[in-house]
């Protein structure tokens, strides 16, 4: 897989999305995979950023399919799991940035203050290309602290009937609706008003 397609899926080149592509291509190498077509390989993401769009492509765990899994707990972990065998591989990165020269880090300060002066944007693209090269130039083990899964690989994806909510009247899958004084509901309609006075 080329880091071309990932970028063409993506939209831009960003540091998140080499390092997902590093990620990504270091589970395909190491567990001898071609890209999953069905659900074969299973992902379990820890964050929901540019990274996680590399993953789906390099290694077609997709959400629709349902062999990505968000578990939004903000790290930069990467589970990987196969069914069949259980074989797995769990990437934390542990990688630290290049140090910034003081002119850069003034540069992202504004940056992250929504200061977005055609200046500062030029030291930012700088920054983020020199990321983009150095984690392209990383070996594996400066990336990612790299273990076994933690946890227990994850039932396959279902396929429930839909029932309808008792107050919006729209289809909810089986096992999503919630049952509040006798009336199925889905989730939105239960947290947006008090059943017991909208009923
Ligand atoms: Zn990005
Ligand atoms: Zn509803």
């Known amino acids: 897989m080329d880091f071309s397609e990932v970028v063409k899926f993506h939209g831009h080149v960003c540091p998140g999305l080499t390092l997902g592509f590093r990620a990504a291509t270091l589970v ?3 567990m001898e995979l071609s890209r999953s077509d069905d659900e074969e390989l299973v992902a379990i993401v820890e964050n929901n950023s540019c990274a996680v769009d590399a993953i789906q492509v390099v290694t ?5 399919k349902g062999n990505l899994i968000l578990r939004d707990y903000g790290k930069q972990v990467y589970t990987f799991i196969r069914r069949g ?6 990437l934390a990165v542990k990688w630290q940035p290049p140090t910034e020269d003081a002119e850069t880090a003034r540069a992202w300060q504004s940056y992250m203050a929504a200061e977005r ?17 150095a984690i392209q130039e990383a070996a594996d083990t400066d990336l990612f602290k790299v273990g076994k899964a933690i946890e227990p690989l994850p039932p396959k994806a279902q396929v429930f009937p839909s ?13 999503k609706i ?5 009336k199925s509901l889905c989730r939105p ?11």
């Open 189 to 199: 309609c239960l947290e947006a008003k008090n059943p017991t006075t909208a009923l």
């Open 117 to 133: 002066t055609a200046e500062v944007m030029t030291l930012i693209k700088k920054s983020k290309n020199r990321k983009i090269r």
């Open 178 to 182: 919630i049952t509040q004084n006798g």
């Open 85 to 90: 065998d259980g074989e797995s591989l769990r």
């Open 163 to 175: 029932l309808i909510c008792a107050l919006c009247g729209e289809k909810v899958m089986a096992p």
């Open 28 to 30: 395909m190498n190491r």
């Open 60 to 64: 077609g765990c997709t959400l629709g």
